[in-house]
């Protein structure tokens, strides 16, 4: 079964670092999410993606943030100067036009540690 | 705007007991609904879904009905096992925002 690919599994940086978390979204979808989920909280939305531009972006996902499809087969999300409030595990998805009917495939997330 | 919500775990329950775990929805329009399942250390996967009023979604044993006139989307399973084990998420996906809106979790502890 297709699968969302996310790198690393785990990240620690320190504050003010940049961090770029990496995804291979499935190969037929062509829309892309990323989501946040900080430890035992709520699965938060952060930003989705079509046709190579930002459709829609939450509060959260403020000047810091950044997305990219560099290459037609990664998707990136960039975190310019991370704080310790990015801690969070970050949650690349994917889904095929009809997204209301299938929903999104996940990946099995990035934890991202802030020191 | 759009939103869920999810009963308050933990829920905590015996191996072969009936689970019920209750979720309901705001939404304009008429969203379709999902239940998604994370598993201790792993990502989100999708357990079942329900695209229009009185759909029933089932896979693995869980069930979940649409109903519209009550805006309830509750996950139900005849006889839980240990495996079972994990925090269970209510979405919706609805077409005004575009994207999927989960609710905030409810965690199943199943014990011999």
């Known amino acids: 079964e297709p699968e969302v690919t996310q790198t690393p599994s785990h990240q620690v940086t320190q504050m003010g670092q940049e961090v770029i978390l990496r995804c291979v979204p499935i190969s037929n979808h062509l829309y892309f999410y990323w989501y946040r989920q900080i430890l035992g909280q709520k699965v938060e939305f952060l930003v989705s993606?079509?046709?190579?531009?930002?459709?829609?972006k939450s509060e959260i996902f403020d000047d810091q943030f950044s997305v990219e499809r560099p290459d037609g087969s990664n998707f990136t999300l960039k975190i310019r100067s991370t704080k310790l409030e990015d801690s969070a595990m970050y949650f690349c998805a994917s889904s095929e036009v009809g997204a209301r009917n299938y929903g999104y495939t996940f990946g099995s997330g990035t934890r991202l540690t802030v020191v | 705007g759009d939103s869920v919500t999810q009963m308050e775990g933990p829920v905590t329950l015996s191996e072969e007991a009936f689970l019920t775990i209750n979720c309901t929805y705001t939404a304009t329009g008429y969203p379709s609904l999902f239940w998604y399942v994370q598993y201790p250390g792993e990502g989100l996967q999708l357990l079942l879904k329900?695209?229009?009023?009185?759909d029933k979604g089932s896979n693995k044993g869980f069930e979940a009905t649409y109903r519209k006139e009550t805006t309830s989307f509750h996950l139900e399973k005849g006889s839980v096992q240990v495996s079972d084990s994990a925090v269970y998420f209510c979405?919706?996906?609805?077409?005004?925002?575009?994207?999927?809106?989960f609710g905030a979790g409810t965690r199943l502890a199943v014990h011999p």
């Open positions: 979405a919706l996906f609805s077409g005004g925002y575009n994207k999927l809106i």
């Open positions: 993606f079509y046709n190579n531009e930002i459709s829609e």
């Open positions: 329900a695209t229009k009023a009185d």
